[in-house]
């Protein structure tokens, strides 16, 4: 590295906005650009090899350096002799574990500031998010900077990327240091591998230096999903599900994951924190960034949308029909991949009928005799009650086998876990209350019917005994899953049709109704 040779870092290089920073970096031809990243090795796609990336390689024009930011060794040798730091490096937002986003978030940001005074760095530009000033309750309408941080925030990643940005913008003037903060929201594009090939999946299946960077464009999120969908052959989703119904069952997903976890359940894609942030409207003002920083978007949202669908040619709904299915079934994906998966789909038959054992064993003691709900739970409880004292007071070792002893933290909940379920039930209550008051305005018909609908459907489930619906939830588990997994395409085809059938149905009566209601 010559003397005056300037260069820039991007932490997190790798990511999926910081390879077309760098790219970018690497065409202005002001830096040297040094890619970070977690990797021991940089591995370069097939199109990088022979682009700008792969040359600038070659030719010394960038060059790649293993980062693991919490170790500060490892941040000063990254930043040693450059003027500016990217600092773009976070861990995967839907994995909602507290440890990994403080450690890598705040102290892992922490070290890089620290690295970049020690070292006489000039400029350091934080990549933060837009969630940072989102509760998970209550929607934003075109946001500013001046919007304070939240009391609690929607979860984890959320919460230490705010911890960040304020130990970034507290450092600005620090020996020199002049930092700001970079607020993106929904950031898509080519190269994307999470937005776009998770919906393609579902389809087949506040201080002064912290700026809003969107496409200045507002589109309802799942409009622009439907485009991105209808754009690589697919129809624009048709079911909707209201989110007060999903967060129930998000819950228990969550839970579920926290049991079974340990055991090989995959982090879920039914999360509370993801339905608070896909049932609230956010829109954002950008017209700071414009002022200060001259920012404009050099890609409008129709020229983005049309460059992100080329790019995924390879997922186009016409290439699908032709591909056997490679890999895991949908069934599997749904149920986590893990052990729940090879469980309910017999792929592990030991453990299935351990499984189906202990849950008819349940069925026979406590929902059998014709106990109520509130009887068969009081019976559990006792017989938890029991178990769990002679488990209590068991020596160590018996006969030579360890007794291990459950932790006292099984039993305690953290004031965390106290403030999602806070928050969850908030969103639950809020999302019925939004229903009434439209109600209330007398002029939403499909809404009355929708809510009528639904609860003469509640009714009908409500009907059924308990020692029913334990019956048929456990065949479902059991049967079901198996059943779609050996005949998925054949399930999927008449799923679509009994759904345009239904469509079609909804619309004749659409179209029949509101004249009706015009000429009232």
């Known amino acids: 590295m010559a003397v005056d040779d300037k260069w820039c870092v991007v932490t997190g290089g790798r990511g999926f906005a910081a390879r077309h920073l760098v790219e970018m970096l690497i065409q202005d031809n002001t830096y040297f650009v040094r890619i970070a990243d977690l990797g021991a090795t940089i591995e370069l796609e097939p199109s990088e090899q022979l682009g700008t990336l792969g040359q600038a390689l070659s030719s010394g024009r960038a060059q790649y350096v293993s980062l693991d930011l919490r170790n500060k060794e490892h941040v000063l040798k990254a930043l040693e002799g450059c003027e500016i730091v990217f600092h773009m490096a976070a861990p995967n937002s839907s994995i909602n574990n507290y440890q990994l986003h403080h450690s890598v978030n705040v102290q892992g940001t922490q070290n890089v500031i620290d ?50 940005e304020a130990l970034v ?6 020996s020199g240091l002049l930092t700001c903060s970079l607020r993106p929201s929904s950031i898509f594009g080519p190269g994307d591998r999470l937005m776009v090939p998770s919906a393609v999946d579902a389809a087949k299946a506040g201080k002064t230096k912290a700026y809003f960077i969107t496409n200045m464009e507002p589109i309802k999120f799942w409009e622009f999903m439907s485009l991105i969908l209808e754009g690589l052959g697919y129809e624009r989703p048709r ?68 460059r992100t669908i080329n790019s995924f040619s390879h997922l186009r709904a016409e290439n699908q029909l ?28 030991k453990q299935t009928f351990t499984t189906l054992l202990v849950l008819i064993a349940i069925y026979l003691s406590f929902i059998a005799p014709g106990n109520t709900f509130i009887t068969a739970l009081s019976n559990l409880l006792l017989f ?99 059943i779609y997994e050996k005949k998925e395409e054949e399930i999927d085809d008449l799923f679509i049709k009994a759904l345009s059938f239904g469509c079609k149905l909804k619309s004749d009566a659409i179209r029949k109704f509101l004249p009706s209601k015009k000429s009232d």
């Open 115 to 164: 690295a970049c005074v020690q070292l006489r760095v000039k400029r350091l530009v934080y990549t933060s998010s837009s969630s940072v000033v989102f509760d998970g309750v209550h929607g934003i309408h075109n946001g500013k900077e001046s919007m304070p941080y939240p009391p609690k925030h929607n979860d984890h990643y959320s919460a230490t990327k705010a911890q960040g």
């Open 169 to 174: 913008l507290k450092a600005n003037g620090t």
């Open 384 to 482: 938890a009650s029991i178990f769990l004292f002679i488990h209590g007071i068991l020596p160590a070792k018996i006969l030579g086998y360890t007794v291990q002893k459950m932790p006292k933290s099984w039993f305690h909940l953290s004031e965390d876990m106290s403030h999602q379920l806070a928050v969850s039930v908030v969103s639950v209550w809020n999302i019925p209350m939004n229903v009434l008051k439209s109600l209330a305005q007398g002029t939403e018909w499909m809404l009355f019917f929708k809510v009528v609908f639904s609860s003469l459907l509640l009714s009908f489930f409500g009907a059924f005994s308990l020692q029913n619906l334990y019956k048929i939830g456990l065949t479902t588990a059991f049967i079901a899953f198996y």
């Open 322 to 349: 032709k591909a056997k299915r490679e890999g895991a079934s949908k069934a599997s994906i749904y149920l986590g991949s893990g052990r729940v998966a090879d469980t309910l789909l017999w792929k592990d038959r």
């Open 239 to 306: 079911i909707k599900i209201p989110a007060f119904v999903l967060m129930p069952i998000a819950l228990l997903v969550e839970y579920t994951y926290k049991l079974l976890g340990p055991y090989g359940m995959k982090v879920p894609q039914l999360t509370p924190s993801r339905v608070r942030l896909l049932s609230c409207n956010r829109t954002f003002d950008c017209s700071k960034a414009k002022e200060r920083l001259r920012y404009e978007p050099i890609v409008t949202l129709k020229e983005g949308l049309q």
